[in-house]
């Protein structure tokens, strides 16, 4: 298996070129395309939103490939599509081409953006993916950095069209080898060893897991919302409080920094704190920042260092709870589910900012951010500090096997009102070695139960973790996890 800053910088280099040739790529080459075939602009910049409604709508099933085949072919198929559709829209001969080329293009954004990259670190990695997350989200700060300044360069040397083909170049000459060469394949032995969701087959997902599903999908679907309103009307939303364009310009080029800081900052806690706390402080940030410009409380810049801090934490929360709530034996299906919801609800606000704009004016756009921001923090308290019970079966498949931890050989009560999993208090006792003779293993696992003295009635309700492991069946396999897809 690769080394994991080797795993975790491919997939760096391909989150700067993916993003910067999709979702960033319009800011820069909307305004040549259009005049230079007089397309109206609105309908080139919505070629974008046409992207992430088709990457929406192909999320889940992606999830669910990742789970089953691991992230290599799946990000190597996207570097292909994305190339393919780039091709198409620098060849494109009249509008409705181009926007098949932004399908093309959508297909290879839901293969290759965050959510895909986030799903096969939770498949190499389980429990301990949370850093490389963290460590793939700074590098993918850098998108807008690297390829607007280059997206520029090649429309000043070789127009908007020799810019969408050398994109298309770039990603068979660079993302596609990436992916074929630094991402462990999937069904390799090598890769899933040691990983605490392998391997676990799914349950049925229980009532606290839903809940906190279904709260986990409101908070994403609000701050995706304002994410894709603010992105594409924060110039005219600055302008209307009276700065000037230059001004305007120069306020919305620190969000991208800010987003870069905030998340050195996480990244320097180290995993001190639950993920859920990242978030809260992502939707707490982006409040703050969006009210201040509603309600003129701070600074125009102020407001803008807090909104791009909450943004930037906000996409490391977005991989990192689904993987602390639900655990991850799941998660890769677990994030193609939560993607769809978000980016439906990003690719349509523009288009709801529009109409607010142009009807209702500035001042009612920027309340309706601070009443979506103020509905964010509603439901993000509403979601609460836990451990799903395939992330305890998990490490407690890790500490058996290594032989020099301790380790209870007990059983794991799941209550199904809150989907929390937890052991009754035992003596604890050294697992011993796989060399170890199996009669001392049983003797020390029938004192252990002995101990424990379970009622026949609380035995019915408590799922007893593994049968006496052998050679033959690996302890992992006896562990019964929750099902998250």
Not at 294 to 301: E, S, Y
């Amino acid at each position: 298996m690769k080394p994991r800053w080797q795993v975790i910088s491919a997939l760096g280099v391909f989150q700067i070129l993916a993003w910067g040739s999709s979702v960033y790529l319009p800011a820069v080459l909307a305004l040549p395309i259009s005049q230079d075939t007089g397309w109206p602009l609105p309908w080139v910049v919505g070629g974008v939103s046409v992207g992430l409604l088709v990457s929406a709508a192909a999320s889940p099933q992606v999830g669910a490939t990742i789970a089953a085949r691991g992230g290599r072919p799946v990000l190597a198929l996207g570097a292909v599509l994305l190339a393919l559709g780039l091709a198409v829209l620098g060849l494109s001969p009249n509008l409705p081409i181009f926007l098949m080329g932004w399908i093309v293009v959508g297909s290879g954004m839901g293969m290759g953006l965050y959510d895909p990259a986030f799903a096969t670190l939770g498949r190499l990695y389980g429990s301990d993916a949370r850093s490389a997350i963290t460590t793939l989200t700074l590098w993918g700060g850098f998108a807008s950095t690297v390829c607007w300044p280059l997206s520029a360069f090649m429309v000043d040397h070789v127009g908007w069209r020799g810019a969408c083909l050398a994109y298309a170049v770039l990603h068979v000459c660079v993302t596609l080898p990436l992916a074929l060469l630094f991402i462990p394949n999937g069904s390799d032995p090598a890769a899933t060893f040691g990983r605490r969701d392998a391997p676990l087959a799914p349950l049925a997902p229980l009532a606290g897991e839903r809940r906190d599903f279904l709260l986990l999908v409101g908070v994403l679907v609000l701050c995706s919302t304002i994410f894709g309103l603010v992105s594409v009307h924060l110039l005219t939303l600055l302008q209307a409080r009276g700065e000037t364009l230059a001004a305007a310009v120069a306020f919305g080029a620190m969000v991208g920094p800010s987003q870069v800081g905030a998340r050195v900052l996480e990244m320097a806690g180290r995993g001190r704190h639950h993920p859920l706390w990242t978030m809260r402080a992502a939707v707490a940030l982006t409040a703050v920042g969006v009210c201040a410009l509603a309600f003129d409380i701070l600074p125009v810049a102020a407001a803008m260092v807090f909104y791009g801090a909450g943004n930037g934490i906000l996409s490391i929360a977005r991989g990192t709870v689904p993987l602390a709530l639900f655990g991850p034996g799941g998660y890769a299906s677990v994030m193609g589910r939560l993607a769809r919801p978000a980016q439906v609800a990003q690719a349509l606000a523009p288009t709801v900012g529009a109409v607010l704009l142009a009807h209702m004016g500035s001042n009612a756009t920027l309340l309706f951010l601070a009443a979506l921001s103020a509905a964010a923090i509603g439901v993000v308290s509403f979601l609460r500090e836990r451990r799903s019970a395939a992330a305890a079966g998990g490490e407690l498949v890790q500490a058996a096997s290594n032989g020099t931890m301790t380790a209870r050989l007990s059983l794991i009560s799941v209550n199904t009102e809150t989907g929390e999993a937890s052991m009754p208090p035992t003596e604890t006792a050294p697992i011993p070695p796989q060399t170890t003779d199996q009669n001392d293993l049983k003797e020390a696992r029938e004192r252990l139960f002995q101990d424990s003295n379970l009622s026949d009635d609380e035995s019915t309700k408590q799922r007893e973790i593994g049968d006496e492991p052998n050679e033959k069946q690996p302890i992992s396999s006896t562990i019964p996890p929750v099902r998250t897809d």
